[in-house]
C-alpha cells in the first residue's frame, strides 16, 4: 500500500490541533531538471530536517526533498512527548549489547534531549516546552517493577531527575483512578511537535539548504543518484530519512523497519484541565497498546491511543480514541472532541532504531517506535557526522542488531493484524 496517500491528500498538513496552531511555511517548489549536491537528505521530518542543519552548517551543499510538506509525517502528528532513554529499557539493553554499550545508548538520550532544548534556544522556535514525563502503571504488580527500574537508573547510571510515584500520588497528579504508580522523570518533557519540525525548516532554509517539497523519491542507487518525478539528482551521499515512509527505496531497511498507524484526539479547552493532570507533565502509560497524552497551550486535552488493524485509518479517528480516553477519563464524557488525526510511524521487531550503510555512499536512520521526538533530532545530527567522516556515534547505534520482520514487507500487514490483537487481548487480561 503507497502509505504517502493512502490517508492523506498531496500537499496537505493532516487536519489536526497541531496544523491549527502552527504558523505555515510557504511552499517549497518542487525538484525539477538536473541538480547537483554534496548530500541529498530524503524525507524532511526531524531526522532529515535535523542532518541539513548540521550538515549545512558546516559547508555542504544540501538538498532535502519530501514526498508531502516539511514536517507532514509523524514528525508533525506525533504525542510530543520528549523522552529520555530508548524505546526499550535498560535492563533489556544490557541483555541486548552488554552493560557498556547499554550504557552509551542511555547517555546518547540524554544527549538527544539535550539537542531538543539547544535547538529550540538557538533558533528561538516557538514550539513551547513543559517538564516532566510520568510513566504510570495500569496494573498494581506492575510498580514495583517500575520502582526498582528508577532506583536503577539513580544507582548504576547516576541519573537523579527521576522518582517513584506511588498509588496516592499518582491519583494526585492524574485524575484518573486506572493507574497504580510508577515513576516521573524530570529530564524529559513536552512540546508541540509540528511547530518545532518546521522552525527546523525554517532553520534550514536559512543555512542554505535547497529544499524541495512534492518532490517523492522514485529511486535512489548505490552511488547517490536520486531520481524523482520531475528530477534526478546527483549528490556525493543520500541520507534515507524516511520512518515509515520508506516504501520501496530500499529493500534491507524495508525488512526491518514497519509502518504503523496511531491516532490522537483534542478536546476542546477545558474548565478545569489542571484535575486532569495536576502540573502539566505529558503522561504515557504501561499498556503495549500504549495510552499517552498531555495538556495543550489553550488547555485542551491531547489523549493519543486506540488500535489499528491495516495500514488505512479508521473512518472515525475521534471515535477510536474516545474509547480509551473515556476508560482513563470517564469524566470527559460530555466534552467535545475538536480535532481527530491518524499518523504513520516506523517501528521494529526490538524497538530500537534502525542505522545502517545501505551503500558506501548511502545511509538510512528511522525505525525510532514511537521514541523519536529527541532520537529521530539525535539520529539526523549523528547521520551529518557519520558523512562529515566522524562515524562514531552513528555506529554505536548500527551495531544494535535489528532482526527482520518474519515474512518480509509482503506478510508485515496480516502480522500487524495479529500483533495488535494479540497484545490488545494482553492489556485487557
Keep these: 500500500m503507497d502509505l504517502l496517500n493512502a490517508n492523506d491528500q498531496a500537499g496537505q498538513y493532516p487536519a489536526s490541533y497541531y496544523a491549527a496552531t502552527a504558523e505555515p511555511l510557504a511552499e517549497f517548489p518542487p525538484a525539477k531538471g538536473a541538480i547537483d549536491c ?13 542532518a541539513a542543519l548540521h550538515l549545512a552548517q558546516t559547508g555542504y551543499d544540501v538538498v532535502l526533498i519530501d514526498a508531502q510538506r516539511v514536517g507532514f509525517g509523524a514528525s508533525g502528528r506525533n504525542g510530543g512527548q520528549v523522552g529520555t532513554g530508548q524505546r526499550i529499557g535498560q535492563d533489556d539493553l544490557e541483555d541486548m549489547v552488554g552493560k557498556d554499550h547499554a550504557r552509551t545508548l542511555w547517555d546518547l538520550s540524554l544527549e538527544s534531549v539535550a539537542l531538543v532544548r539547544d535547538l529550540i534556544a538557538a533558533h528561538d522556535l516557538d514550539c513551547g516546552w513543559s517538564d516532566g514525563i510520568l510513566e504510570a502503571d495500569h496494573r498494581a504488580k ?5 520502582h526498582k527500574y528508577a532506583e536503577k537508573l539513580q544507582t548504576e547510571y547516576d541519573y537523579d531527575l527521576i522518582r517513584t510515584v506511588g498509588k496516592d500520588e499518582m ?10 504508580g510508577g515513576t516521573l522523570d524530570m529530564g524529559g518533557g513536552h512540546i508541540h511537535p509540528l511547530r518545532f519540525a518546521l ?6 532554509r536559512d543555512a542554505g539548504v535547497r529544499i524541495f517539497e512534492q518532490s517523492r523519491a522514485t529511486q535512489v542507487t548505490s552511488d547517490g543518484q536520486v531520481t524523482t518525478t520531475n528530477s534526478d539528482i546527483s549528490a556525493r551521499y543520500v541520507i534515507l530519512c524516511c520512518n515509515g515512509y520508506l516504501g520501496a527505496l530500499s529493500d534491507g531497511v524495508a525488512q526491518r523497519v514497519m509502518p504503523i498507524n496511531n491516532f490522537i484526539a483534542a478536546t476542546e479547552p477545558l474548565e478545569k484541565p489542571r484535575d486532569l493532570i495536576r502540573d502539566n507533565h505529558a503522561v504515557a502509560d504501561s499498556k503495549f497498546v500504549i495510552n499517552y497524552f498531555r495538556l495543550s497551550d489553550d488547555n485542551r486535552m491531547l489523549f493519543g491511543g486506540g488500535e489499528s488493524y491495516g495500514y488505512k485509518f ?14 482513563i477519563f470517564p469524566q470527559l464524557k460530555d466534552v467535545k472532541i475538536e480535532y481527530a ?6 517501528i521494529t521487531m526490538n524497538r530500537m532504531p534502525h542505522f545502517a ?3 558506501d555512499h548511502v545511509l538510512s536512520i528511522s525505525g525510532y517506535s514511537g521514541h523519536g521526538v529527541a532520537m529521530a533530532t539525535l539520529g539526523g545530527k549523528l547521520a551529518a557526522q557519520a558523512v562529515a567522516g566522524q562515524a ?14 518474519p515474512g518480509g514487507p509482503r506478510l508485515r500487514t496480516p502480522l500487524l493484524v495479529l500483533a495488535m490483537l494479540w497484545y490488545s487481548m494482553r492489556d485487557r487480561l
Aim: aromatic share 10%; proline share 7%; net charge positive.
Design 357 to 359: 550503510r545501505v551503500s
Design 392 to 405: 562514531e556515534k552513528f555506529d554505536i547505534f548500527s551495531t544494535v542488531p535489528t532482526p527482520r520482520f
Design 314 to 327: 479508521p473512518r472515525d479517528i475521534a471515535a477510536t480514541v474516545r474509547k480509551p480516553m473515556l476508560d
Design 199 to 204: 522552525g527546523l525548516a525554517r532553520a534550514c
Design 38 to 50: 554534496d548530500v541529498c537528505i530524503v524525507g524532511g521530518g526531524y531526522s532529515g530536517l535535523s
Design 341 to 346: 488525526w491518524g499518523g504513520t510511524l516506523g
Design 142 to 146: 506492575g510498580v514495583p517493577h517500575s
Design 171 to 180: 491519583r494526585s497528579l492524574v485524575g484518573s483512578r486506572a493507574y497504580y
